[in-house]
């Protein structure tokens, strides 16, 4: 009858705390309607990987029988990064860049909200991680799944289970963190400001030709970005030229929901009780906390430098909106602009800081695997 | 059972405050910001001047077509 125990003979505590926390993920992803599309397969995956024996692991090290999860983990995620970069094609889809490409003056926003991430490398370097760990936790703050995969898989960093729970967490905690940091750095004046949004046309050609001409610069100065934003700027093509609708439309629908659907399961497989469960785990959440508050910190404080010498001020609440959780924080500021006055609509101006974060984070990503490469021996 | 030795021998691969490490790390943040600042910048420039170009080619075109119209119509006056 000893087969009848296999399983409750080699359970451990921390197999255990692992169900714990994804029957965490899975009410957050239900009851509070916390990102569910990548919450609920990362909790549900967590208590999948963590249950004794499981066949979906199978034994990696043996590496004679691979479980599902070990296979798409190291097809899709770890030996092109595939999933993460095929799913930009799809966000690159969904975003429509008109309202950038009407003030582009908002891109500066998009840069100045990825300040985060440096001084969280610069923190995570103080107590002590190493330099790739350092910036694979600092890219938290980009508040992209998908880049924070990408450079914590190039920069080989140990903590990548971590890393991509705890960035994929706090994007859906946008709403909660970002309303008290922008309260506290501005005052009811500065949210009063109204900014005119002129909804002017903008031509077809232009629209063909951002995506081109992004890709070219990013490609040019930050050549290892270029994945990253080439893939995003792709997607945006197909939207923009006019005669790919059904592309389009498949990448944005279906195409999105395949790989966000296998995403977050084979995330799981970095959710391992052994490989998870650890003091640096919670030290990594306390700093990706931390990147999120500086980012919104640091595109406030340059909206309010932009005041300084424009005659057309930019309502501070927008330099918030430059993080990359597309389209959260826009609706965050859009949210808190008509609640301090409601006929105070601001979200068409979030909108556009909102998806200049996306392309700047994914360049900010390019960036640091190019900077810090070199020093990991990479 | 997780106890307080536990916890701390997971800081035994940290080095509490490691200033060492601080300064290629603010090298970074220079660097990083810097180098996401122009990229910005430069979009920024090719994005307007890109505008520019397209509405100044716009109306050209717009002004092509109404003097051909202009023409036209004298034309078929005369």
Sequence with gaps: MDFLLQGFQALTWQQVAMWIIGGILIYLAIKKDMEPALLLPMGFGAILVNLPLSPVIGDPANGEHLGIITSLFQVGIEASEAMPLLLFIGIGCMIDFGPLLTNPKLFILGGAAQLGIFVTIILAAMIGFPLNDAASIGIIGAADGPTAILVAMQLASKYLGPIMVVAYSYMALVPIVQPAVIKMCTTKKERLIRMKYSAKQVPQLMRILFPIIVTIISGLIAPDSLSLVGMLMFGNLLRECGVLKSLSETAQTTFSNIITLLLGITIAFQMQAEAFLSLETIIIMLLGLFAFVFDTIGGVMCAKLINLFSKEKINPMLGAAGISAFPMASRVVAKMGTKEDPSNHLLMHAVGANVSGQIASAIVGGLIIGILGPFCGL | ?78
């Design chain 2, 1 to 78: 059972m997780l106890n307080l030795m536990t916890l701390l021998a997971a800081f035994d691969n940290l080095t509490p405050m490691n200033w060492e490490a601080i300064k290629p790390a603010l090298n970074f943040l220079w660097q990083g910001l810097l180098a996401i600042f122009v990229v910005i910048g430069l979009i920024i420039i090719t994005v307007k001047l890109t505008a520019f170009v397209i509405a100044k080619c716009t109306e050209a075109k717009k002004r092509r077509e109404e003097a051909a119209q202009s023409a036209e119509s004298e034309e078929s006056n005369s």
